[in-house]
């Protein structure tokens, strides 16, 4: 018996298309289960909004990085660790029954300034100082003259020169040299900060915990363990049909009215109908899965950005309680080079301490691990610290990839951020992340509550987190 090959065609057609039975209907499907992803789904589930959010890792939280000692079973973040103090940061918390507690004064241990270029200990009479005071509140008034780039990407038309000036530059313009070493210990994961347009550091480091500097305003999880508010948080989004751990889109297509998601899951492949899409991810990220048009295609190759580590050491050699710190009286400002760390921070686990790290250019964690440990020992050894009993261990390593999507000067000047805010709403996909604000988990929390979840809610309480 012969089939037809136009039979054989539909019938092919029919299996590659899941059938109505097979479709997971959605109201809103998320893509990337981080800090801006979590907060969504918790939300929009507190207000009966059908969705699945899907996430690539086991868990949810991004770079969250909590640590638990094995022995002592203590915790310690040691990737995000302070909070603006703002209002969506004390309901989301207070919702899941975490407090939250004013950072804490520095605990009076050791810091001890090294070059980890050489190993040298810098005393501070190499150092630019000046009055650190005066220069952030003079950066605090240079930040009020652009208010509205702290809300969204709406820059002023043109986008004025001092934004565009390398942060260097500026600083020196206004006389603010004295505040470069504090944004390089505070915008970490931005190599080579002095060479970066000032709008992409004005940004990061925004007015909110410019403040929460200057006041001490920032609050920080009485746990010690931020990962548990994304533990409960899963738990509060999984039904057993809305939250997909270990999966990752394969395609997606977008319609007029509707979205359709093709996941591999644990499980197998799934098929997701949803009214709507909120993208949480980097948007180079969605290049391989996500039907981009030409121009989506266009605005999304020019990101440019750095990649940044935070590790855990064990058996460094550093006392307990010290904290290294990495500065370089010959280079400008005495900001570091970048491939490189920035400090040996103390860790409350007693022998443990957090390192970080950053490139301009993507290298391989054996890469960074090898340069963390051989630049221990040689700082060691110029601190004059005894050699441990048992080898420098790293017991954790997390990159984050793609970290601070910057654009070049000439694309802000064209007007690339007009641009990108116009992809809010297209094709029923709706985006947030660090990319459309910054890096900062409270400031994430606040412009997804106030820019993006009213456009995914037809009716919603704008007061509160739901008890």
Not at 55 to 75: A, C, F, I, N, R
Not at 91 to 96: G, L, P, R, V, Y
Not at 224 to 231: I, T, W
Not at 343 to 358: I, Q
């Amino acid at each position: 018996m012969r089939v037809s090959g136009a039979f054989l065609i539909a019938f092919s057609s029919a299996l590659a298309l899941p059938t109505s039975e097979k479709w997971i209907e959605k109201d809103v499907c998320i893509i990337g289960g981080g800090a801006s992803g979590t907060y969504a789904a918790v939300r929009l589930k507190q207000q009966h909004v059908d969705v699945a959010l899907i996430e690539k890792e086991g868990k949810l939280g991004g770079p969250v990085t909590t640590y638990t000692d094995s022995s002592t079973g203590q915790t310690y973040d040691y990737g995000v660790q302070v909070f603006s103090n703002l209002s969506v940061v004390h309901s989301f918390f207070h919702h899941f029954d975490i407090p939250l507690v004013q950072l804490p004064p520095p605990s009076g241990g050791d810091t001890k300034m090294m070059n980890f270029e050489t190993g040298e200990v810098v005393p501070p009479a190499q150092l630019y100082l000046g009055n650190l005071t005066e220069a952030m509140l003079g950066y605090a008034e240079q930040q009020a003259k652009y208010s509205s780039i702290f809300e969204d990407w709406d820059l002023p038309d043109p986008v004025p020169e001092d934004l565009l000036l390398p942060f260097g530059d500026f600083l020196k313009k206004h006389n603010l040299e004295a505040f470069a070493y504090i944004a390089f210990l505070y915008d970490q994961g931005i190599a080579n900060l002095l060479a970066q347009p000032t709008l992409y550091v004005m940004k990061y480091q925004d007015r909110v915990q410019i403040q929460d500097l200057l006041t001490g305003g920032f609050v920080v999880n009485g746990l010690q363990n931020n990962q548990l508010l994304y533990d409960r948080a899963a738990a509060a989004i999984d039904d057993g049909r809305s939250l997909y751990l270990n999966s990752y889109p394969t395609e997606i297509t977008r319609h007029s009215d509707r979205v359709e998601i093709t996941v591999v899951t644990k499980n197998g492949v799934k098929h997701i109908r949803a009214r709507k899409l909120l993208v949480t991810i980097p948007p180079k990220s969605t290049v391989s899965f996500l039907d981009l048009d030409r121009s989506e295609q266009t605005m999304f190759r020019q990101f440019n950005n750095s990649y940044y580590w935070n590790a855990i050491l064990k058996n460094t050699g550093i006392p307990v309680g010290t904290t290294l710190p990495n500065v370089n009286p010959e280079a400008p400002l005495n900001i570091p080079a970048m491939p490189g760390m920035y400090t040996f921070l103390a860790s409350p686990v007693p022998g443990l301490h957090a390192t970080y790290y950053s490139s301009p250019h993507n290298m391989s964690d054996e890469e960074v691990s090898a340069d963390i440990l051989s630049t221990l020992q040689r700082v060691r050894q110029g601190a004059g610290y005894p050699e441990p009993e048992h080898s420098p261990e790293l017991v954790a390593l997390h990159k984050w990839s793609q970290f601070e999507m910057t654009v070049s000067n000439d694309a802000i000047r064209k007007g690339f951020y007009n641009d990108l805010l116009a992809l809010q709403g297209k094709k029923n996909t709706w985006w947030t992340g660090a990319t459309w604000m910054n890096q900062a988990t409270a400031t994430l929390w606040r412009y997804t509550e106030e820019k993006v979840l009213p456009h995914l809610v037809p009716e919603r309480d704008i007061l509160r987190v739901q008890e």
